[in-house]
């Protein structure tokens, strides 16, 4: 596959949504064409799995139920959307991947890491991304960002901070396991310093020029 895949993670409120963008305009400014995507969700039939598993309450579906979810919206949308497009030489930019399930759903919400190891073997094979920002964020920094802008609060927003903190403690661990793969970026700098981190790292992992 001549394109590349790269994943932004990290709890609520880290600023995913933003630096995506910025890292988009830096990549189509070198000439790369783009594709931004998010999980769950990217496709029409992900964006229904998505309605089903973010809305109502937090017990309506188990940990296990979620994850099976999550990999069926992945499962499609990896077939459908993402090796595609890296097929044809775009590089894939997604709003969380893989490592979500592993920090929500093993290390918060307690699938043993393991099962979740086998199901993304089972499903995705060893398809994994290129690079991997985890912007990380103290768990009350993140939630205050949440509820002050915004107007419905999904099921996930309804989890305890003790959940929050065992998500962002799962992302730390990831980071660790796969230090080639994962940076992990300071997501209460200001916008512009978490940007300049995020784009001095691609430059030095994927050779760019970043005076251009
Ligand atoms: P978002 O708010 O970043 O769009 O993500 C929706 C929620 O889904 C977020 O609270 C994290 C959760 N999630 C999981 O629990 N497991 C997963 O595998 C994915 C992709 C998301």
Same mark, same amino acid.
């Given at each position: 596959?001549? #394109? ?13 949504? /933003? !630096? ?5 305009? +830096?990549? @189509? =400014? ?11 969700? #990217? ?12 809305? #109502?309450?937090? $017990? ?27 097929? *044809? ?5 997604? $709003?969380?991947?893989?490592? =979500?399930?592993?920090?929500? !759903? ?10 979740? *190891?086998?199901?993304?073997? &089972? ?18 920094? #993140? ?8 107007? /419905? ?20 661990? &990831? ?14 700098? $200001?916008?512009? @310093?978490?940007?300049?981190? &995020?784009?001095?790292?691609?430059? *030095?992992?994927?050779? +760019? $020029?970043?005076?251009?």
């Amino acid at each position: 596959m001549s #394109g590349r895949f790269i994943t932004f993670e990290g709890s609520e409120g880290a600023g995913k949504s /933003t !630096q995506i963008k910025v890292v988009e305009s +830096f990549l @189509n =400014s070198h000439g790369i064409t783009t594709l931004l995507t998010r999980e769950p969700g #990217g496709t029409p039939m992900a964006e229904a799995l998505r309605e089903l598993v973010v809305s #109502g309450n937090t $017990d309506r579906w188990s940990p296990l139920e979620e994850m099976l979810i999550m990999y069926t919206a992945r499962s499609e949308l990896v077939r459908t959307v993402i090796k595609p497009a890296l097929e *044809k030489g775009v590089w894939v930019l997604a $709003d969380r991947f893989a490592d =979500s399930t592993t920090a929500y !759903q093993g290390y918060a919400g307690g699938v043993p890491l393991k099962r979740i *190891k086998l199901l993304h073997e &089972i499903v995705l094979g060893s398809f994994a991304p290129n690079l991997t920002f985890i912007i990380d964020l103290p768990v009350e920094d #993140g939630l205050l960002r949440v509820h002050s802008r915004a107007q /419905t609060i999904s099921r996930f927003e309804k989890h305890s901070q003790v959940f929050y903190n065992k998500v962002r403690q799962g992302y730390l661990e &990831i980071a660790e396991d796969e230090p080639d793969r994962c940076h992990v970026i300071d997501g209460s700098e $200001d916008i512009e @310093n978490i940007s300049s981190s &995020i784009c001095n790292v691609l430059a *030095k992992k994927f050779a +760019f $020029d970043l005076s251009q």
